[in-house]
């Protein structure tokens, strides 16, 4: 702050940001100032001081961690020229020592996206693949979200925070941060290097300052967002989405205003702010089972029940709630506490094509979480330019996953695998009755001639129920829907052991899985065989006692022909397809054959790749259960107008409740793991042990559940110190910190007796700990450009799973167990940037970066007691290569946007932590080369404009007035395709014996996105509208996300002879393209 006139410091002189208490007073020896632990946000800032003219300087943008520099020339008082009003500019050249982008809340608004994901989607160096996120070559889970100073991920998994949706037909997981864009104030997105202030985070991380609340005056807002546009019509590029978002915010009422005074007592500080939203977004996807015209793939999705309410479900169903207080203890804003509380929960069904027309039994997803966090920033006075944070959050996290929302219980019993009841189709209807119900005049429990009785078959008589008994089941081969001698038998019995015991068929007991056959059909015409007199009248030709003549010999062979004889001609027949002529069955379709249209589709099926009934076979139940509690402590101190020095530490204590069972419909032979479904005993017979002809003793069994088991609970911590200090010398910066992270095993995994009774030898490491320096300079090279360099460390520590997933499988089973003493993953990055001022409001910048990981996750072969398996290892490296190039135009006469291209590869040995397990499985070789890694995406192209028209503006387009107040944007993103490996019968593809492709050696088809969307503002009766359309694909390109490795396509998995088939109906996967356009219609309300 100086004197315009005379350019000397101004003694005395103070700077308050407007409508708060937060504010410092200028150093008389320099004139500098500063003000400490402000939020993000956009302020206006107030100078005065005595003698001088007061200065306001409006449209300050705050971004978290960046200092603002802000400068003051106050014109003295004898110069009469009164209050002064002057809006910021923001300075071309930010003062950041890496790649950091900070996105303001206007920014976010200005985007055609309704949630941070799809935010951090429309960013270079941010890759969408197979569900989840990578950024510049990361592997999925490098991703950390910092939430309000709380670090959100996958504990178990290690995903990050962020679940990228895109082709994952079901965008809900442990990681996923469903979060809506209306309750952030900023997004900073760092790729390169960070400070040593974070960590447990290798690949990008992304710091969210929520909104807080106004404690002078009470905001509302609401948007909702639908594409139903009212007609089928109009509803041709609908996924049956609605999304409500709305937020209040304002002063706490009645307590420090009524109550306390009532009390006679005086509200300490400000009065207390309150925010609070809520979001659902209800949604079918672009790919749904009703969507389909068959009558088997339709499926009702149920209801959620609100106040009585039913409101209907869509296929994915996400629900968001935050609730924050704000309280400043004093009236300078020395002290300040933050109370918070959020959920999100979610729900969805699984789409899979193989489940088309069996949708009910598909995968079902469940999962929420819940945040607890209080933090107080102190800035007492005896501590000169000195502010800390205490902070502490409790993250509960739960995630489901259900076969056909089914628990293991729901499954038949092991032992029943592969078995089918059978029974008497007493009256040829092809389906087992039960008995015809009738009134017991005389309570013996049984039918009597004269009661009366319900006649459902209408024959004149009652009818029992069709025996279920000892009987056959046979495979009819021929599919002529009669038994003829060949066809394959079973006997089973419906007894209260091995089956139901019911006395009712139960078609399948057990799990039936992979059940995919040709349909029934009639093959060729049915011969009916010469007449005869029925004499016994069981509708069978029996030598002994039914009468036949030599008039009925219609082929003259001397003898009876019988429907099950070689037809011969004369012989009278069922001409099914009303040709004319006798077809004989020959063992296949043709046609125009009557066939059972199990899967309601119109046409006859062979097999066909879809399920018939059941589930895949790959059937899994799995629950887990995450707490985290965090205590956290910050202190930033300004130590000099040069250096602000910044310390702090945290401790972390989690709790992991896992359950997972894969194959439930088979029986565990495994070692005993003590956890659910398993030592069931069950009533297999009863016996009568006296001879008095009643059964008086229980026979039992003994059985357990699944192939796969893995039951656990796990206590282990975590935790982090770290200093920094932040230096600046006019525009040279240096950001120099080292953070030290360690992990403290959990006690229940050293248990050396359950290690044991599972077969591993191990000594386990109680700890493991890490030095992790940062260093990053900035420093300008001209008036117009900047230099910037960073070189960190960065350590992320595997999800827990990996650590803890135990040797519990069947006795034939080949498995993947985890390994207690794994190291963290470790990243080296260098990285480069220059930043380039062309003009005013137009900027060009430069990135590089150098990234390689070493101990990232694979498995290697062990011997255990039970037999071979996998364990996890830090074997694996990989590395990226990048350079990142953006011409950008802030905001000025209406338009903003920018270009930003990349080009970037990233190699390694493996794509995921458990391809090896895969390969070997397989009977595959181990790769010892460096391949591209499945999110190699090589060149990238991003386009975004906006054009902001305020209000009062009216802009011209040629002779044309346009009207005021709205916006529009857009936004394009191309890339070229994402590799792939092909298969042996790849065309073209020339091998060697015994030599297999190259992995990800092919490429997939580039892709290519345009996003729109128009905001139109107004204001009536005291409140502020906004209409809003979005349209997501708004040239409906038809992109490819996943191709078939036989042929490179995404339509086809055929091949012959090197040459490409026609796809089979299995081969059309909707899942092998990104979703279509979308057209959504909003109305926004604000007061």
Not at 196 to 209: F, H, M, P, R
Not at 841 to 866: E, H, M
């Amino acid at each position: 702050v100086t004197d315009k006139q005379t350019g000397l410091p101004i003694p005395g002189a103070r700077i308050m940001i407007d409508k708060s208490s937060m504010g410092a007073m200028v150093n008389p020896a320099d004139g500098s100032y500063v003000i400490l632990n402000v939020p993000p946000g956009v302020y206006t800032l107030i100078a005065d001081c005595i003698g001088y003219n007061k200065l306001t300087v409006t449209n300050v943008v705050v971004n978290a961690d960046v200092t603002t520099e802000t400068n003051f020339e106050l014109v003295s008082e004898a110069v009469k020229v009164g209050d002064i009003v002057v809006e910021a500019k923001r300075p071309d050249i930010t003062k950041a020592v890496s790649t950091e982008i900070h996105i303001s809340k206007a920014a976010i608004d200005a985007l055609p996206v309704q949630t941070i994901e799809g935010v951090l989607k429309a960013q270079t160096g941010v890759v969408s693949q197979g569900g989840a996120l990578h950024v510049r070559g990361s592997r999925a889970g490098e991703i950390g979200i910092v939430d309000d100073g709380v670090l959100i991920k996958d504990q178990l998994g290690g995903y990050g925070g962020i679940n990228a949706g895109g082709a994952d037909a079901t965008p809900i997981s442990r990681l996923s941060m469903n979060f809506s864009a209306q309750d952030v104030e900023d997004i900073s997105i760092m790729k390169g290097n960070y400070s040593a202030e974070y960590g447990d985070v290798s690949g990008a991380l992304i710091t969210t300052q929520r909104r807080e609340g106004n404690n002078r005056a009470t905001s509302f807002g609401g948007t909702f967002m639908t594409d139903d546009l009212g007609s089928k019509s109009l509803n041709k590029y609908s996924f049956n989405q609605d999304r409500l978002d709305m937020n209040l915010s304002g002063p706490v009422p009645l307590i420090s205003d009524k109550l306390f005074p009532s009390l006679g007592l005086k509200w300490p500080g400000e009065k207390m702010a309150y925010y609070a939203s809520f979001s659902v977004d209800k949604s079918d996807g672009y790919v749904d089972y009703n969507n389909y015209g068959s009558i088997k793939s339709k499926i009702n999705y149920g209801h959620e029940d609100f106040l009585g309410i039913e409101i209907p479900n869509r296929r994915v169903n996400k629900y968001t709630s935050l609730a924050k207080l704000t309280w400043k203890l004093d009236p300078n804003s020395k002290y300040k506490l933050n109370l918070r509380y959020s959920k999100d929960w979610d729900n969805a069904l699984n789409f899979s094509y193989a489940f088309l027309y069996n949708p009910e039994n598909a995968g079902y997803v469940k999962s929420s979480r819940e945040i607890y966090s209080a933090s107080l920033s102190f800035n007492p006075p005896f501590l000169q330019n000195t502010f800390g944070e205490i902070l502490y959050s409790q993250v509960l996290q739960t995630y489901e996953r259900l076969p056909g929302k089914m628990s293991p219980s729901n499954f038949y019993v092991p032992i029943m695998a592969g078995a089918w009841e059978i029974y008497d189709d007493a009256n040829g209807n092809g389906k087992w009755d039960a008995a015809e119900k009738f009134v017991d005049l005389n309570g013996n429990h049984t039918w009597d001639v004269g009661e009366p009785f319900e006649d459902v078959n209408g024959n004149g008589r009652w009818d029992d129920a069709e025996i279920v008994y000892n009987d056959v089941y046979y495979v009819d081969t021929n599919n002529n829907g009669l038994y003829d001698d060949g066809d394959s038998t079973y006997y089973f019995v419906d007894t209260l052991g091995y089956y139901s015991g019911d006395g009712v068929y139960n078609e399948q007991l057990a799990y039936n899985y992979n059940t995919d056959n040709p349909e029934p059909y009639f093959d060729g015409d049915s011969s009916l065989g010469e007449p005869f007199t029925d004499v016994n009248g069981n509708g069978v030709y029996d030598r002994d006692t039914d009468i036949w003549s030599a008039s009925n010999d219609l082929d003259h062979n001397g003898r009876y022909t019988g429907p099950n004889d070689d037809w011969s001609q004369g012989i009278p027949y069922v001409d099914r397809n009303l040709n004319g002529r006798y077809d004989a069955p020959n063992e296949r379709y043709d046609y125009g054959e009557a066939f059972v249209d199990v899967n309601g589709n119109g046409k006859w099926d062979n097999t066909d790749g879809f399920l018939d009934s059941g589930f895949d076979r790959w059937a899994q139940y799995h629950y887990d259960y995450t707490r985290t509690r965090t205590l956290k402590f910050d202190i930033t101190s300004q130590l000099s107008r040069h250096h602000q020095l910044k310390s702090g530490f945290e401790f972390k204590f989690h709790r992991i409740e896992y359950q997972d069972l894969q194959y439930p419909y088979n029986n565990y032979n495994g070692v005993d793991d003590g956890g659910p479904w398993s030592n069931i005993t069950r009533v297999i017979e009863r016996r009568d042990t006296d001879g008095d002809g009643i059964a008086d003793t229980n026979i039992y069994q003994t059985y357990s559940r699944g192939v796969f088991r893995d039951f656990y609970t796990r206590t282990p911590k975590d935790g982090a110190f770290y200093i920094k200090d932040k230096m600046e010398y006019g525009e040279m910066i240096a950001d120099i910190g080292l953070r030290y992270e360690f992990f403290i095993q959990a006690r229940e995994a050293k248990d050396s007796l359950t290690l044991s009774k599972e077969g591993i030898d191990m000594l386990i490491v109680d700890s493991h700990q890490k030095l992790a320096p940062r260093v990053g300079f900035a420093f300008p090279i001209s008036d117009k450009a900047k230099l910037m360099f960073n070189y960190g460390h960065f350590y992320q520590r595997p999800g827990f799973s990996k650590y803890y997933q135990r040797a519990t499988q069947a006795s034939n089973a080949f498995s993947v167990i985890g390994n207690a003493n794994i190291d963290y993953e470790k990243t080296i990055l260098y990285e480069v940037g220059v930043q380039y001022a062309i003009a005013e409001g137009y900027r060009l910048d430069f990135s590089g970066y150098y990234k390689d990981q070493y101990g990232l996750l694979n498995t290697i072969p062990v011997s255990l007691a039970s037999g071979s398996s996998e364990v996890q290892a830090n074997v694996d490296y990989a590395r990226a290569r990048g350079l990142e190039v953006e011409f950008e135009k802030r905001y000025g006469q209406f338009l903003s946007g920018s270009i930003k291209y990349e080009y970037t590869f990233a190699y390694g040995k493996s794509s995921s932590d458990r391809s090896d397990y895969y390969i070997r499985f397989a009977g595959g070789e181990i790769s010892i080369k460096e391949n591209p890694l499945d999110w190699d995406i090589r060149h990238t192209l991003t386009f975004n404009s906006s054009i902001t028209v305020n209000k009062g503006d009216h802009p011209h387009f040629g002779i044309i007035k346009l009207p005021d107040n709205w916006n529009a944007s857009i936004l394009w993103q191309f890339k070229t395709g994402q590799p792939f490996t092909p298969s042996n019968s790849y065309p073209g593809l020339h091998l060697r014996t015994g030599e297999s492709p190259l992995p990800n050696s092919k490429r997939k088809p580039a892709t290519s996105t345009v996003d729109f969307s128009l905001e139109k503002n107004f204001v009536a009766y005291g409140l502020n509208y906004s209409l809003q359309l979005t349209v997501n694909n708004i040239f409906n390109t038809r992109n490819v996300y996943d191709v078939y490795s036989g042929t490179g396509l995404a339509y086809s998995s055929l091949t012959y002879n090197g040459q490409i088939l026609t796809g089979q109906d299995i081969d059309a996967d909707p899942l092998n393209y990104l979703s279509g356009r979308q057209v959504l219609v909003g109305l926004s309300i604000q007061f």
